[in-house]
């Protein structure tokens, strides 16, 4: 199936401006980009209650996270990682993403603004990815708590949901992986399929890859490549949303699988026409 008409017409108009490949990109560029881009999502909805915090990583260094409180009578939390190669991103970018999240399900939606690479390299990120997940649970007790995340986001939440089970951290009670990193494999065939060079290309995660571990060993990492893990056994529930047309869809269903042959329960979504970045 080609791509929807609304996605189609989206890439044409950032070809016509110029915008060049983001692996061509500096740093501080890519970043920009990635704002203006969120930024066509607007405001999102008013919230109850949204509050700035800091939260200490477990190697004593802190970040931003944003609680987002849709009503006095939240059902549970969501505690979400935004996406962007563990390199770019942050909470102001998700603002609106976090707002609708809240507002649809009624649930507390914590957005972590976790330490981004290269200035702060692997583990940075699941350190402080999970130091959010334990402040989430301790700050906010007695909820049902789903942890989520689109792409880097998603390697993410899928990297906090086995060291919880590890580590005998918080009760996580679903994990929602949108178009998920889960392996450091860039030469699988979905990395290779014409069809799939659109924002997000095999040398977008190249260049992701080389910022956030750049030894290749380490990249096998289960903590940066969950799907290497040797057990994924008693994992929370999961679904996943994998668009038609993206890089990293062969991985994701890949991890689907193995989590399933591992009996844990999963749903999965292909949104059919759509690619990789297009949630919200």
């Not at 334990?134 to 789903?146: R, T």
């Not at 990293?248 to 269903?253: D, F, I």
Request: with cysteine.
């Amino acid at each position: 199936m080609a791509l929807d008409e609304a996605t189609a017409q989206f890439l044409k108009q950032l070809g016509e401006a110029g915008s060049s490949p983001l692996h061509e990109l500096t740093l501080a560029t890519a970043r920009t980009m990635y704002a203006q881009l969120h930024s066509l999502s607007g405001q999102g909805p008013p919230m109850a209650r949204a509050e700035d915090v800091t939260i200490e990583s477990e190697d004593g260094a802190s970040f931003p996270a944003r609680v987002l409180t849709p009503t006095a009578a939240s059902r549970g939390v969501i505690v979400y990682y935004h996406g962007g190669g563990w390199t770019v991103g942050s909470i102001d970018d998700v603002d609106a993403v976090g707002r609708h999240l809240a507002e649809r399900t009624n649930c507390t939606v914590v957005l972590v603004g976790y330490r981004l690479a290269p200035e702060h390299r692997f583990p940075a990120a699941p350190r402080d990815a999970y130091a959010a997940l334990c402040w989430a649970a301790a700050a906010l007790p007695g909820q049902p708590i789903v942890v989520a995340g689109d792409s880097a986001g998603g390697n993410l939440s899928a990297l906090v949901a086995r060291r919880a089970r590890d580590d005998g951290g918080p009760v996580i009670d679903l994990q929602v992986l949108i178009y998920p990193a889960t392996d450091c494999d860039l030469d699988r065939a979905s990395y290779h399929d014409p069809a799939n060079q659109l924002l997000l290309d095999r040398h977008a995660m190249v260049w992701f890859w080389d910022h956030y571990v750049p030894d290749p060993a380490q990249r096998a990492d289960p903590d940066a490549s969950p799907l290497r893990a040797a057990d994924l056994s008693g994992l929370p529930p999961a679904v996943f949303v994998l668009p038609e047309h993206d890089v990293l869809s062969e991985e994701g269903e890949a991890y689907a699988e193995r989590l399933r042959q591992a009996g844990v329960p999963v749903q999965l979504q292909r949104a059919a026409g759509q690619m990789h970045a297009f949630f919200p």
